[in-house]
């Protein structure tokens, strides 16, 4: 690389503002080729022009334009340092223009990934409570799959939050419970469970079970049957979305072990939500990366799903028709 080269790379690798100056005249200069051309286009006087780009001449130590009393042409170096000026102004530019379009969105706007199976009436309901609050947010939703899309947004930043039924493990992230849930099976109403008010995961073994597609390992650990019952269950097929799970278990393709929460959102004719005996409650958690979310923000929307759950947890409002158990099973 020769002296001339390497001193021009330098100098559009990190240019200071003034650079930036120096660069645009430079650039203006050597695109009209008259030096009251280019000081009209940059609104600055014929003399001001010209010592910008002699300074940035002599801050490179070498000669970009060959001026006579007819034309302004550009030396070999004028030319390879005009296409990297033009480059790097465009480049500073765009950056300019995303910071402008950053400042415009309210600091307190939400993007929140939902793992449909968990969302049920509380997400709604919070975003009411946060929006009271900050009557100027925007809020963006995106259902993604279920199991593990919702985490996966919200490590790669495409989301500020997540709503999700299993608390991620990523040391980055931080989360708090805003409700619980009860783990049901769903099945199609010709199935032979739906004659059951109730049932227990011992009496599921051998039942061909619907499987999320990338879930992860907790995951399937909670709300998988071959989790639940301690060994591994007879797998019917996978899915992504949650209606899709819904779909196959109507169609008598296996059963599926969801969050009773859903129950309200997604009921359908065509299935039947029956309750699992002898299991806890489980925690729903709304997730975000301390890296990506300011606090303020964060328990700002976290304090709007406290005071939509009231206390009570989702399940006590979302899953009336999942209610406490029977006395007989099937």
């Known amino acids: 690389m020769s002296a001339e080269k390497g001193r021009s790379d330098q100098a559009t690798s990190g240019a200071s503002i003034t650079e930036l100056r120096l660069l645009e005249c430079f650039v ?71 910071i402008r379009r950053l400042g415009r969105q309210h600091p307190t706007s939400v993007r929140i990934a939902v793992d449909d199976g968990f969302a049920g009436l509380l997400l709604a309901a919070a975003i009411r409570e946060y929006r009271a609050l900050a009557p100027d947010a925007e809020i963006a939703i995106r259902s993604c799959a279920y199991g593990a899309g919702a985490a996966e947004l919200l490590a790669d930043g495409s989301a500020d939050f997540a709503l999700v039924g299993v608390q991620p493990v990523d040391p980055g992230s931080r989360s708090v419970v805003v409700g619980s849930c009860r783990r049901v099976v769903v099945a199609g109403t010709e199935h032979a469970l739906a004659n059951c008010d109730f049932v227990a995961p011992e009496e599921l073994r051998g039942e061909p079970e619907l499987r999320a597609k990338g879930a992860s390992a907790e995951a399937l650990m909670q709300w998988s049957l071959a989790g639940l019952i301690g060994e591994s269950a007879v797998h019917a097929g996978e899915f992504t979305q949650f209606c899709e799970a819904l779909d196959l278990a109507a169609a008598g393709q296996g059963i599926l072990i969801a969050p009773d929460v859903a129950h309200r959102r997604f009921a359908r004719a065509d299935l039947c939500w029956i309750p699992l005996t002898g299991l806890a409650s489980m925690p729903v958690h709304l997730a975000w990366r301390r890296r990506h979310v300011p606090r303020s923000r964060a328990e700002a929307f976290a304090g709007a799903f406290e005071r939509a759950a009231g206390g009570r947890g989702i399940s006590a409002d979302d899953s009336r028709a999942c209610e406490s158990a029977p006395s007989a099973g099937c």
């Not at 042409?73 to 995303?98: D, F, K, N, W, Y």
């Open 28 to 98: 203006a200069l050597a695109e009209e080729q008259h030096v009251g051309r280019a000081a009209q286009r940059l609104r600055i006087a014929q003399s001001a022009l010209s010592r910008c780009v002699a300074q940035l001449e002599r801050r490179l130590g070498v000669e970009l334009l060959l001026r006579d009393t007819s034309e302004i042409r550009l030396t070999p170096t004028g030319e390879a340092m005009l296409a990297r000026s033009v480059e790097l102004l465009s480049r500073h530019e765009a950056v300019v223009q995303e």
